[in-house]
C-alpha cells in the first residue's frame, strides 16, 4: 500500500513535471539554438524523483525509530534520541545514497541546522506560496560549484504538535521544559498543523557536467 502510495505521488510528480516541460516547448518554440544550449544539461525528472525517494526514506526511518523509543520511554526519550542521532541518521543515509542530507528550518531548533543562502530562497520562496495558498512542489536546482540539489517542503503533521506546537498546550511542560535545556535558543514552536516547519535538501555528490 505504501509503496503504491510512493509511486502514485512519484507518477503524479513526474506528470506534472511533464505538464510544464511541454508548456516550455511550446514557448521556446521559436527561440534561436543558443537559447536551447542554456538549458540544464542534467535530467531534473530524475533528480526529482531520487529525492523524493530518499526524503521518504528518511522519514521512514526517522518514523521507526522514534516509534521504537517513544514505546520504550515516551516523549522524553525521544527529545533525547533526537538531540543524539538526528544528523547522525541523516547522514548515514545521506551515505548510502552518496547524497548530503539536510534539514534546514526559518525557525530553527538546532543553530546547527542553518540555511545556507540558497535554502533561506527555498524557504522564502515556499512561505510565500503558503501565504498564497499555492501547492508546495519540490524543487531541483544547480548550485554555484555545479552541485544538483533536491528540495522539498516539511510540513507539520499532528504528531510534531508535541514538540514543535504551543508550548503549555500541546507541548508539555517538562518535555517544553527539556526542549529548552537541550536547545537554549529554540525557535521551533508555535507551528500549527499544515505548516511549513522548513525543508529538507538533498545534496547530490556526484557531479554533473
Ligand atoms: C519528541 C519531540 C519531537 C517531535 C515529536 C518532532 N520533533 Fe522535530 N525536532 C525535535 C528536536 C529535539 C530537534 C532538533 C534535532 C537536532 O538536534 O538536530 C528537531 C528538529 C527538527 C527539524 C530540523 C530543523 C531544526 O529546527 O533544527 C525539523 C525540520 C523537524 N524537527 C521537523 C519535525 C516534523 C515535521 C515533525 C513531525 C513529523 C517533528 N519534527 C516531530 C523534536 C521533535
Not at 516509534?67 to 533525547?80: F, I
Not at 498564497?132 to 544547480?142: G, N, R
Amino acid at each position: 500500500m505504501n509503496k503504491f502510495l510512493l509511486v502514485s505521488v512519484v507518477l503524479l510528480g513526474l506528470m506534472s513535471c511533464q505538464n510544464s516541460t511541454k508548456n516550455n516547448k511550446q514557448v521556446t518554440s521559436n527561440t534561436t539554438q543558443e537559447q536551447q544550449d542554456k538549458k540544464p544539461a542534467f535530467d531534473h525528472k530524475a533528480y526529482k524523483m531520487k529525492g523524493m525517494i530518499i526524503a521518504k526514506t528518511t522519514f521512514k526511518t526517522f518514523k521507526t525509530k522514534i516509534a521504537k523509543v517513544s514505546e520504550n520511554g515516551g516523549l522524553p526519550a525521544v527529545v533525547d534520541f533526537c538531540h543524539d542521532n538526528a544528523m547522525k541518521i541523516t547522514d548515514s543515509i545521506g551515505q548510502a545514497h552518496h547524497v548530503k542530507i539536510k534539514r534546514t528550518s526559518h525557525k530553527l531548533r538546532n543553530p546547527a541546522n542553518k540555511p545556507d543562502i540558497d535554502e533561506e530562497a527555498v524557504i522564502n520562496e515556499y512561505l510565500k506560496s503558503q501565504q498564497e495558498h499555492k501547492p508546495l512542489e519540490p524543487i531541483v536546482l544547480k548550485d554555484s560549484e555545479g552541485y544538483v540539489h533536491f528540495y522539498a517542503p516539511i510540513k507539520i503533521k499532528p504528531a510534531c504538535l508535541s514538540c514543535h506546537g504551543t508550548p503549555g498546550k500541546e507541548i508539555p511542560e517538562n518535555i517544553y521544559k527539556m526542549i529548552k535545556e537541550k536547545y537554549p535558543q529554540d525557535q521551533a514552536t508555535g507551528f500549527k498543523v499544515g505548516d511549513l516547519r522548513g525543508i529538507w535538501d538533498i545534496k547530490f555528490l556526484d557531479k554533473q557536467s
